[in-house]
């Protein structure tokens, strides 16, 4: 029997916390992903303005029939919109595009250029009062980063990379302190991490796949977190709802945790280096 997939409870806004994530996703890919996905169970989707897959994902969420309001819906603003109206007109575009009058999550895709984050983060804000978005994230941010963008805006969500080889002990730390929904992404090293051995063996020891192990294991750390895997195809994306019903040890999550090397597998768009 499996278990129904855990809810973070967020300042009274519910969050499903496996997450269904879009990024390279194209075509039928993504059309039949997200359709097959909300068949499965998923009611958490995230994209972004550089995915260039918004009108698929909406076309998905429609032809679904599932009610626009079960669906916590995440998307992104990306760099090139640096003034508060480009903000505002990038929005409108992306909400056309799928085909909704409000995301859940509007996320400021990366930290660039931080004297416009008061002009970007301030849109960003009139959003959520006229409605057209219900609550406002950041992404890529480092924990002083966050802590400047929490000065500037009402912010809920940090959206970042981690995952068992990126451990990120100051962004969870500030989500618990200031109640923020933090989202791993890139959940599974983008891979990398299921063919470690040490993740492999305890899969085979809980009779699950390294997939479910990884998953549960960053969803037992926090009762803030969620994680957004991207699956193509019916197969993986139902292995990864499966993580719900793992159940790791307390040795099984010391040996994960020990695994860190602060090793990312993206970079940012415009430089390779980041401040720690
Ligand atoms: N905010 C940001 O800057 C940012 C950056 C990166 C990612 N993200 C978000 O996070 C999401 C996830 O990150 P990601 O796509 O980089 O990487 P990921 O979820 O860590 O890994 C995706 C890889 O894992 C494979 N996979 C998924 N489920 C599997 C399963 N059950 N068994 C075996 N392999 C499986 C996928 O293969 P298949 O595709 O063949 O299933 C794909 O190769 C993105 O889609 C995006 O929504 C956000």
């Known amino acids: 029997m499996s278990t129904p997939q855990p809810i973070r409870d ?8 496996i997450g269904y994530g879009t990024w390279e996703l194209e075509g039928d890919d993504c059309f039949t992903g997200v359709l097959t996905g909300l068949e499965l169970g998923y009611r958490h989707i995230d994209t972004a303005q550089a ?15 599932i009610d626009r309001s079960e669906v916590f819906l ?31 999550l509007l996320v400021l895709h990366w930290p660039l250029d931080e004297e416009t984050w008061p002009a970007r983060l301030g849109a960003m804000a009139d959003l959520v009062e006229h409605g057209a978005v219900r609550h406002l994230g950041v992404s890529n941010f480092t924990p002083p980063q966050l802590e ?24 969870l730390e ?7 929904l933090f989202t ?18 305890i899969a085979e020891a809980r009779d699950a796949t390294p997939v479910q192990v990884v998953l549960r294991w960053l969803l037992d750390e926090s009762e803030h977190l ?3 895997p991207k ?46």
Request: no cysteine.
């Open 51 to 65: 995915y260039g897959n918004e009108e698929l994902v909406g076309a998905a969420i429609t032809a679904s029939g």
């Open 74 to 104: 995440t998307t992104k603003v990306w760099n090139e919109h640096l003034s508060a109206e480009s903000v505002k007109a990038s929005v409108g575009t992306s909400l056309s595009k799928l085909q909704t009058d409000y995301v859940d």
């Open 226 to 228: 969620a994680v957004i």
């Open 148 to 171: 400047r963008a929490l000065d500037v805006a009402p912010i809920f969500n940090v959206q970042v990379e981690h995952h068992p080889y990126l451990a990120q002990p100051g962004l």
């Open 174 to 180: 500030l989500a618990a302190k200031h109640d923020l």
């Open 10 to 17: 967020i300042r009274g806004t519910s969050v499903p916390a």
């Open 231 to 276: 699956a193509t195809g019916r197969e993986h994306a139902e292995d990864n709802l499966g993580a719900a019903n793992v159940y790791l040890d307390e040795a099984d999550r010391e040996a994960i945790a020990a695994l860190d090397r602060n090793e990312r597998q993206v970079d940012p768009p415009w430089a390779p280096a980041w401040e720690r």
């Open 184 to 201: 791993a992404y890139s959940p599974l090293a983008r891979g990398e991490a299921l063919h470690d051995p040490v993740i492999t063996g």
